[in-house]
């Protein structure tokens, strides 16, 4: 690791482990007799206790949010370009936290965990989970830390609906809710490419209808192509065009060549996707993408995103970004909506980005210029 890039982050830091032997009740009827979560923090806890940031990682994300875990790292956690001294959530003001949801395959309990009860690992077997179970297990997490109240909560896609449900759940325990490139509730789309993806990993023949640890197996080509899906639909297509165009790898376009022609985008998501195979578990893919597919915010509110956001008391912030398609402006439109409906204090910004859905992990500069200014407000009052 170059000093450079250790000098520009937090530095090395440490996971730690919550063990928690209360039961969880969870959404679908079922219980965790007990679990694990597993969690870092950045920055210091101030003598008030009112400095704590809450960040919640998206689907394939985890614990390692910024810095570096030895001087070994080639790269810092996932979200290092907003995680750090002097950067948007600036650890010389907050206290982060960061951790790695239930059902993850980074250290937290989850379907690759030993069932108590079998002396196997869950599998398929292992709970549903909803944004609601999540958040639930965030805020025992939180009592664990002495923590009673955020100043902020934190999340993009599949984290900012956390965040969202946060505002619901623990109205009292939230201050400020900042949501970026998310949604009330999945398109149809959506829910289509999610499907694709979890078809793709369950007609792997390793698959074993997800008992493929005990069968010593990894449905590494089904995981694999599910990343690929995935992968395009985070990217907008000038992302793509500028970052690959039609250039080949590979072999030639003039007729008459005897030599295939591989293009540069194929080999990317190939290399993408079998990078992904290699680190994270197919059935923790299909447990976050059906979180993903059942999020609803307004469901119990009779589908009414105002009459559910009137349960909120925090300010909000909310981003967009013009070229993400997966969870297009439009969708984050609905919930400023419903929140100036509703009455909640609520600022709202769509960033000019060619990135697509990708853009809320990249240092934008405008992005980085308004979550900056946001977040020294949140500083301001905690």
């Known amino acids: 690791m170059e000093s450079a890039k250790l000098n520009q982050s937090i530095g090395i830091v440490t996971p730690q482990v919550a063990r928690f032997d209360e039961p969880l009740a969870l959404t679908c009827g079922r219980e965790l007799p007990a679990y694990e979560l597993i969690y870092e923090t950045y920055g210091a806890l101030n003598k008030a206790h009112s400095n704590a940031v809450l960040v919640c990682h998206a689907l394939s994300g985890n614990h390692h949010a910024a810095g570096f875990h030895s001087t070994e790292d080639r ?8 995680i750090g001294p002097g950067k948007p959530i600036d650890t010389n003001r907050f206290f982060v936290v960061s951790l790695n949801n239930l059902g993850g395959c980074h250290g937290s309990t989850g379907p690759s965990s030993t069932n108590p009860e079998t002396g196997k690992p869950w599998g398929s077997n292992f709970p549903p989970m909803r944004a609601r179970d999540w958040v639930h297990s965030q805020a025992r997490l939180a009592q664990r830390l002495e ?49 694709v993806a979890r078809q793709a990993i369950e007609s792997d023949p390793e698959f074993f209808s997800g008992s493929y640890q005990d069968h010593a197996k990894v449905p590494s080509r089904g995981l694999a192509l599910a990343r690929m899906i995935g992968h395009i639909t985070y990217l907008s297509d000038d992302a793509m065009a500028n970052k690959f165009g039609r250039d080949l790898r590979s072999g030639s376009l003039i007729p008459g060549e005897e030599t295939t022609p591989e293009f540069q985008v194929q080999s990317y998501l190939r290399h993408q996707g079998s990078r992904f195979s290699g680190s994270f578990d197919a059935n923790t893919y299909i447990l976050m993408t059906r979180a993903l597919d059942y999020f609803d915010l307004a469901l119990e509110h009779g589908n009414d995103p105002v009459a559910a956001f009137r349960q909120a008391k925090c300010s909000f912030l909310v981003m967009s970004f013009s070229t993400d398609w997966r969870f297009s402006p439009e969708r984050s439109r609905e919930i400023v909506n419903a929140l100036v409906e509703a009455g909640r204090p609520v600022s709202y910004t769509e960033i000019d980005a060619n990135e697509g859905h990708d853009a ?21 009052q905690d």
């Open 75 to 82: 790269k810092p956690g996932w979200w290092d370009e907003c």
């Open 147 to 195: 923590i009673d109240c955020w100043a902020a909560v934190i999340g993009g896609s599949l984290g900012g609906m956390q965040a969202m449900r946060w505002s619901l759940e623990f109205p009292d325990r939230i201050k400020h809710c900042i949501v970026i490139a998310a949604a009330l509730k999945l398109s149809a789309q959506n829910l289509a490419f999610n499907e």
């Open 360 to 380: 809320f992990l990249l240092p934008i500069p405008r992005y980085m210029d308004i979550f900056s200014a946001y977040m020294r407000r949140v500083g301001e």
